[in-house]
């Protein structure tokens, strides 16, 4: 028993420098991985704002057009938003058409109002 512990413990002993060069070597990556996330994130928002953008454009131009929209595209729409003027700080001409086509209406009160124009327009056709 003695022998097996003796065993261990050298083992141990010459395994901790190893553990410890480990250990920096995780450090630093991380270090270096979030260096790299950051970059990463500052060349990709162009994209983003592009894409956003975009979207947004032609969501409002269909919701002006009166094409019928489904909870999920409306709600996917409001995300959109959220993320070009909360996260990517972007305060553009989309921001404006965004609040003259909708407004300062919460999500589900802009899906009542424009369920009823779409029934609307539905009666009358």
């Known amino acids: 028993m003695r022998g097996k512990l003796k065993k261990w413990r ?3 002993i010459k395994m ?3 553990v410890k060069e480990l250990l920096e070597l995780v ?9 790299v996330v950051g970059a ?3 060349l990709l928002k ?3 704002i592009t894409l956003c953008k975009d979207y947004l454009v032609d969501f409002l131009a269909e919701v002006e ?5 489904d909870l999920t595209q409306i709600k996917r729409a ?9 996260d990517l700080k972007q305060n553009t001409y989309v921001e404006e058409r965004w609040k003259e086509v909708i407004g300062d209406k919460k999500l589900y009160d802009f899906v009542r109002e424009f369920n009823n124009k779409q029934v609307k327009t539905i009666i009358m056709k």
């Open 40 to 42: 990463v994130r500052y």
């Open 16 to 18: 901790t420098p190893l």
């Open 46 to 48: 162009p994209i983003r």
């Open 78 to 86: 409001f995300e959109k938003y959220d993320i070009y003027i909360k």
């Open 65 to 69: 057009l009166g094409i019928p929209k």
């Open 27 to 35: 450090i630093t990556l991380s270090a270096f991985s979030g260096i």
């Open 10 to 12: 050298y083992i141990i």
